[in-house]
């Protein structure tokens, strides 16, 4: 059945049984001669094990109504990791019929062993095959036919057992012994006396008097090369579930030990993903120490001395540790996410610490023992600290429900973060208190400590000392340095809080300002991701035959050989593997793909650029370059073969081609896109043989025994296998090549004596070679990549459709990336709009008013500044992960407000007036807000770098927490204590309008912290 028959009997009642099932989001389907692929795609969160029985539920209930030659519908769950995790390449000495011998029944077998591993698909080389190659006018002329031939060959080699007989005491098993032993045996096949011999003497007709037996090889759909020299290729896929660089490093190690035991075979891996994994987690746990570490070396600037920030840098490990029992507990693996969001939170894990350490020591200085300074510095700011905690983890909570990519994608991040702060809490409330009460110990707990713990502080206090003093000027100027900053905020804090409405003015143009230069980024899914490789899809005119596809893959290996940023290549020529039989993306004998690893330290744009004036020699739309997002890892992200999709749609098949190809042309010159390519093109050449049914049934022939005929001499007839020990090579009669290949064998062949040519009729036409729907309508589809920013490249894409308006009964859409770019969006704006009602919940709840959070709450537009111009600065856009950072800013820049307005209730409650009180709380929170930030920023600061493989994926959401975390301290500072102190004044001026009495101010203002609900 043609495409068009396929859509017409098997696609379109699956499509409309299946739209039945429940959560069914999307409905795709590709009809392909013989062939028929409906893809279900399911909303985010369905149980897809119920999915996939309800789906079979339905299919059952159609399956009388499909056509009799139809097989039953198979029901297959894929996904982006169905891909193969490795490629081998298989080469040596020895000729390509020996190395696929070899890598099928050693190698793939061996490799299918491992733990892991659900398949090896083999490519490339030769297969055995056993060819029977008749002359047509032989067989005429004895009267025989090709299917008279498989027949007898058929028959001819057959073994079977024969029962058991009885000789004495024993039984013995009869076995008859006909199978062919030796090639040269089936020429001596008998045929029989032929039909036409009109002499009556009766003599048989040997098979190979009429055809010629040859032990040769199959016609070659697909070739594989690595680095330019033929190989034999290995597809590795593994099992659903499995950890992809376990499986990756057991194939390492059976290829350990199959290079061993055949030295002379080359097993190269030419294609990896684990490489990549493998170095994306490396860096994450690097950016992980190295953050830990700067934040340790700014807590021993600030506090002189080693002991101190030994103490505050306990909480990284210990929050680590304890983090990993969670996320255990929560069935998180650890990822790149996972570990991603632990390197996030490094230099938040320190804040509490800092502000309870800070606090402790504030009281030792003025005189309190150690064990009074210990309870009371912490007593005073755990409600500060576990408000601070609270609001920064709740923020997660909405990431962790938003669906689509966004949800998938930050889950396990969110709960990294999550639990790391809570140990951090957890640290900071009980065990660094201890610690600082034992630092300045009595002399008699000291006699009561042990030997070993007495030399442990001992070492760690001469250590410090000797630290400090070798550190002593730097320490000196630093401190000298800060004195100067402190004074100068202080005077700025004056003067802020003497012209309130400066203030609030140039903090309203900031703001502005800021979401101007937000709204000119760049807006996409996910920023772009260097893998350290990429593909490359060579798709020629339809009906290139094999070895003319090969030989234009082979120039454009010279080309990419030829680049010094390139290590390996690794090219698959022809029909491929398809994953579980079936796969989207159509290949034939004029398709190739091109694997491209990078070598060390080379970057992929760079490469392409270097590599793309060698790429002009291919026609226009012949090569697909895929790279970042549009490879695996962005597929399993949510990303698409492209970024932008112009799809047509309507009835009419052959309207919607020529109006896609219209808009291809023209989309083409389109700066602002490139890689302008059409999905479906028009089709396979044919040549249609029309059977003439009158004249058919005239000569009494059926027409399927014309079909068969025709099916039989052109494509040869698979008849039986010849065993070579444990081998089974086909036997397939056919007719010479040349004769196969030529349209005059028509004219000469035969139907029960009739000349073909008297029963059919020939014409050359172009049927379609698939026909692609979308939501039950037939489309047709031209993709593009954007050249720079998407919204750039959508904008040009509208005005040329607004331009050229599409024929009636047609209708275009654009679609791709911005479609799941747009749902992300929509769910991270929830989200952020969620965070601040939680945090709003949070603040109001500890400060036990409606007006206190507000002033906290202005840190989160403040920090938005920061995080726009440090976006524009470092070149990033508006993604997903730059938004999952600004939802992270409204938990995180709210904690240097709370610490300061909690101080400032504090001293209020102690009787000091409204502006002493904003001033002392501006000098004695000066330094724990500092150094908060500093650590942070810093921690974060490996992760924002970028450097390394994979580490594009994070830096734009470090790079948002940076930038918003810096400009949300810098004003806070200021604008902060100044929106207090106007919302103090217009609450008490509202309660004297009303005539309300203020609960708990006193004569001079002071407020009580659990005054009445405002």
Do not use: C
């Amino acid at each position: 059945m043609g495409p068009s028959e396929v859509e017409r009997f098997v696609t379109e009642p699956i499509e409309r049984q299946v739209a039945r099932v429940p959560r069914a989001e999307k409905i795709e389907s590709v009809s392909r001669e013989g062939v028929s692929l409906v893809t279900l795609r399911f909303t985010w969160g369905t149980d897809m094990d119920f999915a996939v029985l309800n789906v079979r539920e339905q299919l059952d209930n159609l399956r009388g109504n499909l056509p009799d030659m139809a097989s039953r519908p198979a029901v297959l769950r894929t996904d982006p990791s169905s891909e193969p995790i490795m490629a081998v390449s298989v080469a040596g000495s020895s000729d390509l019929a020996t190395l696929k011998d070899l890598a099928e029944t050693v190698f793939k077998r061996r490799l299918e062993q491992v733990d892991g591993v659900a398949e090896a698909a083999l490519a490339g080389g030769l297969e055995r095959e056993i060819q029977v190659e008749v002359d047509p006018r032989l067989l005429e002329s004895y009267g025989f036919t090709i299917q008279n031939i498989g027949d007898v060959l058929d028959a001819a080699n057959q073994s079977a057992p024969g029962g058991r007989i009885r000789r004495g005491r024993y039984t013995y098993a009869l076995r008859t012994l006909g199978e062919f032993q030796t090639v040269d045996e089936i020429a001596d096949v008998p045929l029989g006396p032929s039909p036409n011999d009109t002499t009556g003497a009766g003599n048989l007709v040997l098979l190979g008097d009429v055809a010629t037996v040859e032990d040769g090889f199959r016609e070659r759909e697909s070739i594989a090369r690595y680095n330019a020299h033929e190989a034999v290729g290995l597809l590795l896929f593994k099992e659903s579930g499995a950890n992809t660089v376990r499986v990756s490093d057991r194939v390492e190690e059976v290829l350990d030990q199959l290079r061993a035991e055949y030295p002379d075979i080359q097993l190269d891996v030419a294609m990896s993903q684990a490489g990549f994994i493998t170095d994306a987690i490396s860096n994450v746990v690097q950016a992980l120490i190295f953050g830990g570490i700067l934040a340790f070396l700014v807590l021993f600037l600030f506090l002189r001395h080693a002991r101190y920030p030994i103490a505050v840098a306990l909480a990284i490990p210990l929050s680590v540790i304890a983090s990993f029992a969670l996320l255990d507990l929560a069935n998180v693996s650890l990822n790149i996410m996972s570990l991603g969001g632990l390197a996030l939170g490094v230099g938040m894990l320190v804040d509490n610490s800092i502000v309870v350490l800070e606090n402790i020591f504030r009281h030792g200085q003025a005189g309190a023992e150690p064990d009074e300074a210990a309870s009371r510095g912490a007593e005073e700011v755990q409600g500060a600290i576990t408000a601070s905690t609270l609001t920064t983890i709740s923020v997660f909570g909405p990431i962790i429900y938003v669906e689509g990519v966004a949800g998938e994608l930050f889950g396990a991040l969110s709960f990294a973060v999550a639990f790391a702060l809570m140990a951090s809490l957890l640290v900071a409330l009980t065990l660094l208190p201890t610690l600082a009460a034992r630092w300045v110990a009595h002399s008699e707990r000291t006699k009561l400590q042990s030997f070993l713990t007495r030399t442990w502080w001992s070492a760690v206090r001469y250590l410090g000392a000797a630290a400090a003093q070798l550190f002593k000027p730097l320490l000196d100027w630093f401190d000298g340095v800060f004195a100067i900053f402190a004074e100068w905020y202080h005077k700025v804090l004056e003067t802020a809080l003497d012209r309130r409405a400066h203030v609030v003015g140039f903090a309203a143009m900031t703001m502005v300002l800021g979401i101007g230069l937000a709204g000119m980024l760049d807006r996409s899914v996910l920023p772009n991701v260097d893998q350290g490789a990429f593909q490359i899809r060579m798709n020629l005119a339809r009906g290139t035959a094999l070895e003319e596809t090969s030989a234009a893959a082979e120039r454009l290996e010279r080309v990419l050989l030829a680049d010094p940023g390139i290590e390996a290549v690794f090219t698959r020529v022809g029909l491929q593997e398809a994953v579980a039989g079936v796969e989207d993306e159509e290949s034939g004998l004029h398709t190739a793909v091109v694997e491209v690893r990078l070598a060390d330290g080379a970057r992929t744009e760079a490469t392409l650029d270097r590599v793309q004036p060698g790429l002009t020699q291919f026609p226009p739309g012949a090569l697909t370059i895929e790279t970042g997002t549009a490879t695996a890892l962005g597929r399993l992200l949510g990303g698409g073969e492209a970024d932008l999709a112009v799809r047509v749609r309507g009835d009419d098949l052959e309207a919607a081609w020529m109006h896609a190809r219209n808009l291809e042309q023209l989309l083409q010159p389109v700066p602002s896109l490139r890689n302008v390519r059409m999905a479906v093109e028009e089709g396979q050449p044919e040549l249609l043989i029309e059977i003439d049914r009158e004249r058919a049934a005239a000569f009494g022939i059926e027409p399927r025994r014309i079909a068969a005929t025709v099916e039989n001499y052109m494509s040869g007839l698979s008849t039986t296998d010849f065993v070579d020990f444990d081998e089974k090579v086909p036997i397939v009669v056919r007719l010479p090549e040349d004769q196969r290949r030529s349209a005059s064998t028509l004219d000469i062949l035969r139907v029960d004596g009739i000349p073909l040519r008297q029963l059919v009729s020939a014409r050359e036409t172009v049927g379609p070679a698939e026909v692609r729907r979308l939501e039950q309508a037939r489309t047709v589809t031209v993709y593009a990549d954007a050249a720079g920013g998407l919204d750039a490249a959508l904008t040009d894409v509208r005005s040329l459709l607004s331009a050229n308006p599409a024929p009636r009964g047609l209708r275009v859409e654009v679609g791709g990336e911005n479609e799941e770019r747009d749902r992300s969006f929509r769910d991270l704006a929830f989200a952020f709009a969620l965070a601040l009602l939680l945090v709003y919940m949070i603040l109001a709840a500890q400060f036990e008013s409606f007006v206190h959070p507000f002033t906290i709450l202005l840190s989160v537009p403040l920090a938005t500044v920061g995080a726009a111009v440090a976006l524009w600065v470092a070149g990033e856009g508006l993604n997903s992960m730059s938004l999952i950072g600004l939802v992270i800013l409204v938990g995180i820049v709210v904690n240097d407000a709370i610490v300061k307005v909690d101080f400032i209730n504090q001293m209020r409650r102690s009787g000091m007036v409204l502006r002493q009180a904003i001033l002392e709380a501006g000098r004695v929170r000066l330094r724990p807000i500092i150094m908060t930030t500093v650590t942070t920023v810093l921690g974060l600061t490996p992760m924002a770098l970028g450097l390394g493989r994979g580490a594009d994926l994070r830096a734009p959401l470090a790079i948002a927490v940076i930038g918003g975390l810096l400009s949300a301290t810098a004003l806070t500072l200021v604008v902060v204590p100044v929106a207090y102190d106007l919302l103090d004044e217009a609450r008490r001026k509202v309660r004297a309008l009303v005539g309300l009495r203020a609960v708990g101010v006193g004569t001079e203002g002071a407020v009580g912290a659990g005054g009445a609900a405002e």
